[in-house]
């Protein structure tokens, strides 16, 4: 990039910053749950008029998508697509800060406050750079990213990567892991798909001294707790990362009571799909099979979930290259995969996409709490960073 034009982006970050804090704090305090993001949506889509940008609202519900022509537009001109969430989760905020969420039960625990912040502070200055543009930017603000099936999957039927088409496309996550100021980026695959099992077991009840006239739904759910995880350990192609995690297992009996149900919850989430639809048809016959064996009943159900996100190799070293020009090497770093999921997926099996992380961490400051955390906060210089992340990303 010519230095007078990332001069005058860096001027005109230190010009909008303090009002882009303001909408992140605005938006922190008003916080809505997925597909509900009624006000969050009418708070963009007023800050977008004001910006003279055009663009459409309640796509898929309530998503918003804006449109920065470039110099020289066609209407048949490929652009270049920028994404943020609006939705919040439902976790009560332990933090005491004037931005505080107002809505009880409510926070914006993983970020999204800051990405959307940060989206309308990268669309004010492409806007007053638009000159500067080889595509048009297409502004992607998404609905109910933490819950299935995914905003991006609604908006993708939606016709969002069309009418411009969408050539590639990138996107930003809050990073508490790092600090304030530092970028991380991984070239291929980095999130894996994610699935919910769910599984109910009919036993017989009965007295716990008398076991024999029992079927212990415990005693079925252990072991398929315990088999489920050994099985796909054994089949599984050892360059295939995957993980199968129960995180919960109830059954309502008591010392000497022997419960007719039993349920388990838990998450599978691995990097390939072929694999992944194996996994599913395994686990199916090993529920069958612990039934017949202890002549009860289990009913396995698998709820798919995102797929897995693979970053396009080019153009994330295209953008590492980019960073570490411009935020200085030391300030950008090699990301490991991470078995979390992300419905930026969804974007990533349609186009070439660059998913990369924000540091926004303080630990002098004590701002170092995981995201999802009642007490997840950030240092507010990352929004800077940000921009200017997703400033560069755009005129790539």
Not at 72 to 78: D, L, T, V
Not at 90 to 118: L, R
Not at 193 to 201: A, G, K, L, T, W
Request: glycine fraction near 8%; aromatic fraction near 8%.
């Amino acid at each position: 990039m010519k230095h007078n034009l990332n001069s005058l982006i860096l001027s005109k970050i230190e010009s909008i910053y303090p009002r882009i804090v303001g909408y992140r704090e605005y938006l922190h305090q008003h916080p809505e749950l997925s597909f509900e993001e009624f006000k969050t949506m009418e708070f963009v889509a007023e800050k977008l008029a004001q910006l003279g940008i055009p663009f459409e609202k309640e796509v898929a519900g309530t998503g918003i998508v804006g449109v920065i022509k470039a110099n020289h537009h066609a209407e048949n001109q490929s652009c270049i697509g920028l994404r943020a969430d609006l939705d919040a989760l439902p976790i009560q905020e332990e933090n005491e800060v004037e931005y505080k969420s107002i809505n009880d039960g409510i926070m914006h625990a993983c970020g999204h406050d800051v990405h959307t912040s940060v989206l309308l502070g990268a669309a004010e200055i492409l806007n007053e750079i638009k000159e500067n543009l080889s595509q048009p930017i297409k502004l992607i603000f998404q609905p109910g990213e933490e819950t299935n099936p995914g905003g991006a999957s609604l908006m993708i039927k939606a016709g969002v990567l069309e009418n411009p088409k969408v050539e590639k496309m990138y996107g930003l996550h809050v990073f508490p892991e790092f600090e304030a100021g530092h970028l991380g980026l991984r070239p291929g695959l980095y999130m894996a798909s994610s699935d919910e099992i769910h599984v109910s077991i009919q036993g017989i009840g009965g007295h716990g001294a008398l076991p024999e006239k029992c079927v212990n739904p415990l005693m079925m759910g252990a072991k398929f707790v315990l088999e489920a995880k050994e099985l796909l350990a054994l089949i599984c192609p050892s360059e295939i990362p995957h993980v199968l995690t129960f995180g919960r297992f109830e059954a309502l009996g008591s010392t000497n009571v022997v419960p007719s149900t039993c349920e388990l919850k838990g998450t599978f989430r691995t990097m390939n799909e072929e694999w992944r639809a194996l996994a599913h048809e395994k686990l199916l016959e090993l529920a069958e099979k612990i039934a017949d064996e202890f002549k009860g009943k289990i009913n396995l159900k698998i709820s798919k979930g995102y797929p897995f996100l693979k970053n396009d190799e080019t153009l994330t070293t295209q953008l590492t290259e980019n960073f570490e020009f411009h935020f200085g090497k030391d300030f950008v770093h090699a990301l490991p995969i991470r078995m979390t999921a992300e419905d930026f997926a969804f974007y990533s099996q349609k186009i070439p996409v660059v998913f990369f992380r924000l540091g926004v961490a303080n630990n002098e400051k004590g701002i170092n709490y995981g995201v999802h955390h009642p007490k997840f906060d950030i240092d507010a210089n990352a929004i800077k960073t940000g921009i200017h992340a997703m400033v560069l990303a755009a005129l790539q």
